[in-house]
C-alpha cells in the first residue's frame, strides 16, 4: 500500500500534466492545427501520456482518478455531405439565346 506522501506526489503530478496540458492546447487553439509547431503537439502528447500514467498509479493503488474531457485526445471531426437526398438538384443544362428573327431582303 503507497504512504499518503506518494499519493500526494502523484496527485501533485496529475495536477501540474493537467495545467501544462491546458498550456499547449492554448497555443493549439490560438495558431490553428495547420500552424501548430512540433514542439507544442509533442507537449501535448507528452502532457497526455504523463496524465494517463498518474491515474493508471492511482487506480492500481484503488484509488479513483477523476477523468478531465482534455485528457484524452478526441477522435477529428470530418465533414460529411448532408444525408438527405432531397435538397439535393443536379445542376442545370445552359440556356441557350434565342436567335433574332430573321429580317426579309428588300
Do not use: F, N
Request: with cysteine.
Amino acid at each position: 500500500m503507497p504512504t499518503q506522501d506518494e499519493i500526494d506526489q502523484q496527485l501533485s503530478r496529475l495536477q501540474t500534466y493537467r495545467a501544462t496540458l491546458a498550456h499547449y492546447l492554448d497555443q493549439v487553439s490560438l495558431l490553428g492545427a495547420a500552424h501548430t509547431p512540433p514542439g507544442v503537439a509533442h507537449g501535448v502528447r507528452e502532457a497526455r501520456q504523463g496524465i494517463a500514467r498518474c491515474k493508471a498509479a492511482l487506480r492500481g493503488w484503488g484509488l479513483a482518478a477523476e477523468g478531465h474531457p482534455d485528457d484524452e485526445d478526441s477522435p477529428p471531426r470530418r465533414w460529411a455531405p448532408p444525408r438527405s437526398s432531397a435538397s439535393y438538384a443536379p445542376p442545370c443544362p445552359p440556356r441557350r439565346r434565342p436567335r433574332p428573327p430573321a429580317w426579309p431582303a428588300c
